[in-house]
């Protein structure tokens, strides 16, 4: 099984700053896809890391990364944002989840 | 507007059975593969289980094989999973999520997920 770990868990951010969230692979993947997770709401589709863009997705986001390695960067957060964020890799079943990124 | 919407969640007692349901509309439903997602409480989010579009191939999470029976009944646009056997563990909210791929194809994410339902074990 893939295992996928997030860093950091959490991170203390305030409306304007840029942050990167890192998804670590256990093996080499193809790519991997990101969500944000609000509490009591239905996770939301961010974006893949194979795509320089999503439709509907403000431009703040990015993902990127290859191999084990993959990023998430919020530039210039805003209030809505502030949500756990979770990748996940589509390459192999067992699907599998990180750990999630609270950005607080 | 894709719209899931599941039902069928409640308090059982560890061993006891329960069936969880998806209705799906707003899309061609017997297009696209369906899954089963949940988050246990204070925990992050678990893929549970995977069906074909066509309903001929199923994947599971190794902790519930044997347990949990994915199906699919697209004149009905719906999706269930039989849950047998339950599980302290096994209690979660759990979402119906759609696979973004077109015409049968798994992209094995999630582009559009329910509002979810609760399922709780305990004596």
């Known amino acids: 099984d893939i295992q996928l770990t997030q860093s950091p868990s959490s991170v203390s951010a305030s409306v304007g700053d840029t942050v990167t969230l890192t998804c670590r692979a256990s093996?080499?993947?193809?790519?991997l896809v990101w969500y944000q997770h609000k509490p009591g709401r239905a996770p939301n589709f961010l974006m893949s890391?194979?795509?320089s863009s999503q439709g509907g997705v403000p431009s703040r986001f990015a993902a990127g990364g290859s191999g084990t390695e993959f990023f998430l960067t919020i530039s210039g957060l805003q209030a809505e944002d502030f949500a756990t964020y979770y990748c996940?890799?589509?390459?192999?079943?067992?699907?599998?989840f990180g750990g999630g990124t609270k950005v607080e | 507007e894709v719209r899931l919407v599941e039902s069928g969640g409640g308090l059982v007692q560890p061993g006891e059975s329960l069936r969880l349901s998806c209705a799906a509309s707003?899309?061609?439903?017997?297009?696209?593969?369906m899954n089963w997602v949940r988050q246990t409480p204070g925990k992050g989010l678990e893929w549970v289980a995977s069906?074909?579009?066509?309903?001929?191939?199923?994947y599971y999470v190794d902790s519930v094989k044997g347990r949990f029976t994915i199906s699919r009944d697209n004149a009905k646009n719906s999706l269930f999973l039989q849950m047998t056997s339950l599980r302290g563990e096994d209690t979660a909210v759990y979402y119906c999520?759609?696979?973004?791929?077109?015409?049968?194809?798994?992209?094995?994410?999630?582009?559009?997920w329910g509002q979810g339902v609760l399922v709780t074990v305990s004596s």
């Open positions: 890391a194979a795509a």
């Open positions: 707003g899309f061609t439903f017997s297009d696209h593969w």
């Open positions: 069906v074909k579009s066509d309903g001929s191939q199923t």
């Open positions: 093996q080499d993947i193809i790519w």
């Open positions: 996940q890799q589509p390459n192999w079943f067992p699907l599998t």
């Open positions: 999520a759609r696979d973004p791929g077109p015409g049968g194809i798994g992209w094995y994410y999630f582009d559009s």
